[in-house]
T-cell receptor, first 112, second 113 residues
Framework: DTGVSQNPRHKITKRGQNVTFRCDPI?????LYWYRQTLGQGPEFLTY????????KSRLLSDRFSAERPKGSFSTLEIQRTEQGDSAMYLC??????????FGSGTRLTVV | AQTVTQSQPEMSVQEAETVTLSCTYD???????LFWYKQPPSRQMILVIR??????QNATENRFSVNFQKAAKSFSLKISDSQLGDTAMYFC??????????FGTGTRLQVFP
């Protein structure tokens, strides 16, 4: 297992388009987290899953955002009708009981 | 609400010297965890060190150590014998139980030769 994998690494999209990102966690990790990081800021929590159950969603996650983790393995984060304010780095992390997070390299989204 | 404050947006240090990054946090909880993460330019977030609040002994990982002052809600990171590879953004983070991480705004550290 090579760690947390995120695809794509970069995404440029036109305003109003839908985008979907994928995260493959470390296989034995039962928790998966999504964060958003804008330039010069720390990551902000968006949502997290324990196995396939989505346990918490941040107020940052508007109705245009949806996340899934079917079968408790990989996860997808979809943004509908993208806006310029959605431009950010989207980070995925996974963890197991020892609360140690492993982060992926992130997906950088640019909305033009 | 839990908050994490890093009051130093940027720091610089000469190679081989020691530097301390500051972090304060606010919580009413008694049991929690504190972390320092390193984010090199265009690279992924890496865990540097972590501290359990119930432990009085300060955590140490090679050249990295923390000064954990629970009463003052302070959690500083000391980097000894700084190396060029330490150049990165450093984020202080806080967690209750095994819940989500709450991050500070980060400190950009530049190590000069």
């Amino acid at each position: 297992d090579t760690g947390v994998s995120q695809n794509p690494r970069h995404k440029i999209t036109k305003r109003g388009q839908n985008v979907t990102f994928r995260c493959d966690p470390i296989s034995e990790h039962n928790r998966l987290y999504w964060y958003r990081q804008t330039l010069g800021q720390g990551p902000e929590f968006l949502t997290y899953f324990q196995n396939e159950a989505q346990l918490e969603k941040s107020r940052l996650l508007s109705d245009r955002f949806s996340a899934e983790r079917p079968k408790g393995s990989f996860s997808t984060l979809e943004i509908q009708r993208t806006e310029q304010g959605d431009s950010a780095m989207y980070l995925c992390a996974s963890s197991h009981r020892d609360y140690g997070y492993t982060f992926g390299s992130g997906t950088r989204l640019t909305v033009v | 609400a839990q908050t994490v404050t890093q009051s130093q947006p940027e720091m610089s240090v000469q190679e081989a010297e020691t530097v301390t990054l500051s972090c304060t946090y606010d919580t009413s909880e008694n049991n929690y965890y504190l972390f320092w993460y390193k984010q090199p330019p265009s690279r992924q977030m890496i865990l540097v060190i972590r501290q359990e609040a119930y432990k009085q002994q300060n955590a140490t990982e090679n050249r990295f150590s923390v000064n954990f002052q629970k009463a003052a809600k302070s959690f500083s990171l000391k980097i000894s014998d700084s190396q060029l590879g330490d150049t990165a953004m450093y984020f202080c983070a806080f967690m209750i139980n095994t819940d989500k991480l709450i991050f500070g705004t980060g400190t950009r550290l530049q190590v000069f030769p």
